[in-house]
């Protein structure tokens, strides 16, 4: 079986920063593709960022500039690195991750979500 899991969540003040980890664990042959997504109260799950088994990122508008998505593939371990926070970016934040467990075989696999809150 394999596992995500968050952490690296918790409150801050605006214009403070945050590293988000998402680690994955189990039987793993390689993991494709790792993306990070957010969830506010009474708003849909967006995507805020992601990364592809080449290194290829690709972010959200609203966080360009201020969000890093990197990963360590030894670790198999991806970071949110979060920068300049606001209020607008209070959610419940996800790792969203394809994997293969064998050469031929892909499956997704969602983290449990860690909570950022931005306030004074």
């Known amino acids: 079986q394999v596992q995500l899991v968050e952490s690296g969540g918790g409150l801050v003040q605006p214009g403070e920063s945050l590293r988000l980890s998402c680690a994955a664990s189990?039987?793993?042959?390689?993991?494709?593709?790792v993306a990070w997504y957010r969830q506010a109260p009474g708003k849909e799950r967006g995507l805020v960022a992601l990364i592809t088994s080449d290194g290829t990122t690709n972010y959200a508008d609203s966080v360009k500039g201020r969000f890093t998505i990197s990963r360590d593939n030894p670790k198999n371990t991806v970071y949110l690195q979060m920068t300049s926070l606001n209020p607008e970016d209070t959610a419940v934040y996800y790792c969203?991750?394809?994997?293969?467990?064998?050469?031929?075989?892909?499956?997704?696999?969602w983290g449990q979500g860690t909570q950022v809150t931005v306030s004074s």
């Open positions: 969203n991750a394809r994997i293969r467990r064998t050469p031929n075989s892909i499956q997704t696999y």
């Open positions: 189990g039987s793993i042959f390689r993991i494709d593709f």
